[in-house]
C-alpha cells in the first residue's frame, strides 16, 4: 500500500544552517503517527515543507500522491495550527460555513462539524468569547471539513482540559479508523505515549529515532523497573535476596536490563510466600525521548 504521506531523504537549509537533514518517514492510510522533537529540532521546517508553504532544498516528497502545496494534495490535507485565530466576531458556525465555502461544501454540514468536537452548545456564540480550548475545537472543526485524506497537527490539545484531551484523542481513532493518516507534533508526551501507533523523534534536523513504543523501548536498552510489595516484615529478606534494591517505605523497587527482566521476574515469584504485590515499570516515552535526544548531542 502506497503510504499518504512519504518523504525521503529530505533536506532544507536556512543560511547555512541546516534545519533538516536527510530526513525520511511515512505515514500510512489510518495510522497515527506522533513527530516529538525539542524546540528547534526541524519540526516546525517539516510541516511547512508537508504543507507546500516552502521548498525543500533536496529530497523526495509526496502528498497524497501528489506534489505538496500543490491543488491535489490542498484538497486532501488539513492542518491545525497550534495557536488557532478566528474573527472574534463571528460565531462559531458562521465562521465553520465560511470556511467550509471555501473548500466547496455545502455550509449546511457546519452545525455537525461543531457537534462532533464538542461546540454545538456554543455554536452561536461570538468566537471571541470562547475560551482557548474552544477556539482550539473550531480548528479542529475547520481541519476535518471535506474529509481529508490527511491531517497535520501541531500541538493540537494546547489549552484543552484533561477531557477534551481525552475526547479529542477519542476523535482522532475515530478518524483513523475511517482511514485518515494523522502526523501530530506535541510536547505532550504522556498523551502520545499511548494514543499513537508509532512515534518519530526528530533532534537537530536529524530523525533519530522512529518506531513503536516497543521498539524504541529495545532500542534504547534502558533498564526495567520491577517494584516489589513485601508481605509485613519481609521486605528485609526482600533486600537480602536483592542487595542492589532500594527500600521505599514496605516496597523494595530493583532494576534490570530488558534481556533480563523475566529472570528477575522469576527470582521474585521464588519468594512468592514474601511478596503482596508486583509492578513492572518500563521506561516511559519521557525517558526514552530523553535517551535519543542526549544521544544526538542535544
Same mark, same amino acid.
Given at each position: 500500500?502506497?503510504?499518504?504521506l512519504?518523504?525521503?531523504?529530505?533536506?532544507?537549509?536556512?543560511?547555512?544552517?541546516?534545519?533538516?537533514?536527510?530526513?525520511?518517514?511515512?505515514?500510512?492510510?489510518?495510522?497515527?503517527?506522533?513527530?516529538?522533537?525539542?524546540?528547534?529540532?526541524?519540526?516546525?521546517?517539516?510541516?511547512?515543507i508537508?504543507?507546500?508553504?516552502?521548498?525543500?532544498?533536496?529530497?523526495?516528497?509526496?502528498?497524497?500522491?501528489?506534489?505538496?502545496g500543490?491543488p491535489? #494534495?490542498?484538497?486532501?490535507?488539513?492542518?491545525l495550527?497550534?495557536?488557532a485565530?478566528?474573527?472574534?466576531?463571528?460565531?462559531?458556525l458562521?465562521?465553520? #460555513?465560511?470556511?467550509?465555502?471555501?473548500?466547496?461544501?455545502?455550509?449546511?454540514?457546519?452545525?455537525?462539524?461543531?457537534?462532533?468536537?464538542?461546540?454545538?452548545?456554543?455554536?452561536?456564540?461570538r468566537?471571541?468569547?470562547?475560551?482557548?480550548?474552544?477556539?482550539?475545537?473550531?480548528?479542529?472543526?475547520?481541519?476535518?471539513?471535506?474529509?481529508?485524506s490527511?491531517?497535520?497537527?501541531?500541538?493540537?490539545t494546547?489549552?484543552?482540559d484533561?477531557?477534551?484531551?481525552?475526547?479529542?484523542?477519542?476523535?482522532?481513532?475515530?478518524?483513523?479508523?475511517?482511514?485518515?493518516?494523522?502526523?501530530?507534533?506535541?510536547?505532550?508526551?504522556?498523551?502520545?505515549?499511548?494514543?499513537?501507533?508509532?512515534?518519530?523523534i526528530?533532534?537537530?534536523?536529524q530523525?533519530?529515532?522512529?518506531?513503536?513504543?516497543? #521498539?524504541?523501548?529495545?532500542?534504547?536498552?534502558?533498564?526495567?523497573?520491577?517494584?516489589v510489595?513485601?508481605?509485613?516484615?519481609?521486605?528485609?529478606?526482600l533486600l537480602?535476596?536483592?542487595?542492589?534494591?532500594?527500600k521505599?517505605?514496605?516496597?523494595?523497587?530493583?532494576?534490570?536490563t530488558?534481556?533480563?527482566?523475566?529472570?528477575?521476574?522469576?527470582?521474585?515469584?521464588?519468594?512468592?510466600?514474601?511478596?503482596?504485590?508486583?509492578?513492572?515499570?518500563?521506561?516511559?516515552?519521557e525517558?526514552?525521548y530523553?535517551?535519543f535526544?542526549?544521544?544526538?548531542g542535544?
Open positions: 500500500m502506497t503510504p499518504t512519504d518523504i525521503a531523504n529530505l533536506t532544507k537549509t536556512f543560511d547555512g544552517v541546516k534545519a533538516l537533514s536527510d530526513v525520511s518517514l511515512s505515514v500510512s492510510r489510518g495510522e497515527r503517527v506522533a513527530l516529538l522533537g525539542h524546540n528547534g529540532a526541524g519540526k516546525s521546517t517539516l510541516m511547512k508537508i504543507l507546500g508553504l516552502i521548498p525543500a532544498d533536496a529530497g523526495r516528497i509526496d502528498v497524497c500522491g501528489s506534489a505538496p500543490g491535489a #494534495a490542498r484538497a486532501k490535507v488539513a492542518y495550527p497550534e495557536n485565530t478566528f474573527h472574534s466576531a463571528l460565531t462559531g458562521e465562521q465553520i #460555513a465560511f470556511y467550509m465555502r471555501l473548500r466547496g461544501e455545502s455550509p449546511k454540514g457546519a452545525m455537525a462539524l461543531l457537534e462532533r468536537v464538542g461546540l454545538a452548545h456554543a455554536a452561536r456564540r468566537i471571541g468569547t470562547y475560551s482557548k480550548g474552544m477556539r482550539q475545537r473550531v480548528g479542529l472543526a475547520q481541519a476535518l471539513i471535506g474529509h481529508p490527511l491531517l497535520v497537527l501541531d500541538e493540537p494546547s489549552g484543552l484533561p477531557v477534551s484531551r481525552r475526547d479529542f484523542y477519542e476523535l482522532l481513532d475515530g478518524l483513523a479508523a475511517e482511514g485518515a493518516a494523522i502526523l501530530l507534533s506535541s510536547h505532550a508526551l504522556t498523551e502520545v505515549e499511548a494514543r499513537t501507533d508509532r512515534l518519530l526528530l533532534s537537530g534536523g530523525m533519530v529515532a522512529e518506531g513503536t513504543l516497543n #521498539a524504541l523501548r529495545r532500542k534504547a536498552a534502558l533498564p526495567v523497573a520491577i517494584q510489595s513485601a508481605i509485613n516484615g519481609y521486605d528485609v529478606d537480602r535476596a536483592f542487595p542492589d534494591a532500594i521505599l517505605g514496605n516496597t523494595v523497587r530493583l532494576t534490570c530488558q534481556d533480563d527482566k523475566l529472570d528477575t521476574l522469576a527470582q521474585v515469584a521464588a519468594l512468592r510466600d514474601k511478596v503482596a504485590d508486583i509492578d513492572v515499570i518500563p521506561p516511559s516515552l525517558e526514552i530523553a535517551h535526544s542526549r544521544r544526538s542535544q
